[in-house]
């Protein structure tokens, strides 16, 4: 990773380990659910936010996680339905938010159906989610399920919060790590928690999953500047056109000088980004060496995402968790030589 040449590389997690594959079918018949028990237009509406959308990427860590230490379970099934539903819920939410038009190539839900029935709808498919968590383990998942929407939110509420100015990196890991990292996090543990684990493999597992989380959100933000409509899910340019100051432009404004830092705030918060603005932003980002720059910080949590697998015993699911930090990293990223 790192460099000047884009390469794609789907996810390829059941290719690398098949039973997978069987898991995530099942996976997927459990979210059906969420539809096929509703009525009329939410049911609709749920099936459409649901079917073809998304790497099912937290469900495939989660599953691979209860594989490492003993099997996965129809609790750690329904687990990964769950997350699921929750991931899907918060993007649409996010849409919101962000009164984005378009998630991963087609229209997105505020864009369909407008804010009002778009927030119902990622609340149908939380309440949804919270149907399907395992009966007799509900009491202890619903307050960690809460604690990691709670944290969630808080990442939410601190990026907007922190828009049309540079951070401190330190405050936008600790945002990355809310935001995305601990949903990522959850499914590491629980998934272990499935399988029977100890404490020690599963907070091992749910430490590589939370590395991890880190380590894909850094590179979406990347792909957001450098990368082309599709690569990351959403159109490029979306982060600058909200007045975020994402990890390229924070470490740009750090190494860049006093200069290429008013410049950013001047571009980014004048309003809405045109192409030529769009330009300016990436030359001075790249002028200050920030792309590359960023693209060592997704390899340092890789890195470290892949250490917290030493303890785990060796299995071809553990390959699999330790070549997602490597070969098998589900997104394009920059390629060379190291």
Excluded at 21 to 31: P, S
Excluded at 43 to 65: F, M, W
Excluded at 136 to 142: A, C, N, P, Q, Y
Excluded at 251 to 265: I, M
Aim: charge should be negative; include cysteine.
């Amino acid at each position: 990773m790192g460099g000047n040449r884009v390469r794609e590389n789907g996810i390829r997690f059941a290719e690398a380990y098949p039973p997978l594959a069987g898991l995530l079918v099942r996976t997927e018949a459990a979210m059906s659910r969420a539809w096929e028990q509703g009525e009329g237009f939410l049911s609709v509406a749920a099936q459409g936010a649901l079917l073809g959308r998304g790497k099912r990427l937290r469900p495939s860590v989660l599953l691979l996680s209860a594989e490492c230490v003993g099997g996965a379970t129809d609790s750690t099934v329904a687990l990964a339905a769950v997350v699921e539903l929750v991931h899907a819920a918060s993007l649409i939410h996010d849409d919101v938010v962000d009164e984005a038009p378009r998630r991963r190539g087609r229209r997105s839900a505020n864009a369909m159906w407008g804010s009002k029935v778009s927030v119902l709808l990622g609340d149908y498919l939380i309440a949804r989610a919270l149907e399907l968590l395992p009966v007799g383990e509900r009491e202890r998942l619903v307050p960690a399920l809460a604690r990691v929407a709670a944290s969630m939110c808080s990442g939410q509420i601190a990026e907007l919060t922190a828009a049309g100015r540079p951070v401190p990196e330190a405050q936008y890991v600790e945002i990355a790590r809310s935001k995305t990292g601990s949903l990522f996090g959850f499914c590491g543990q629980v998934g272990a928690e499935t399988a029977g684990a100890d404490a020690s493999l599963a907070a091992a597992l749910s430490a590589f999953a939370e590395r991890f989380g880190v380590a894909f959100q850094f590179a979406d933000d990347i792909l957001d500047l450098v990368g082309t409509d599709g690569q990351s899910g959403k159109p490029e340019g979306t982060d600058l056109t909200e007045g975020k100051f994402t990890l390229p432009l924070i470490l740009a404004a750090k190494t860049g000088g006093a200069g290429v830092c008013e410049r950013l705030e001047e571009v980014v918060c004048r309003g809405p980004m045109s192409e030529a603005d769009l330009r300016v932003v990436r030359e001075l980002v790249e002028s200050a060496g920030a792309i590359e720059a960023a693209w060592d910080r997704v390899r340092a949590w890789l890195d470290a995402a892949r250490e917290q697998l030493e303890c785990v015993p060796d299995s071809a699911a553990r390959s699999t968790l330790a070549a997602a930090c490597g070969e098998l990293f589900p997104m394009p990223v920059m390629a060379e030589e190291r």
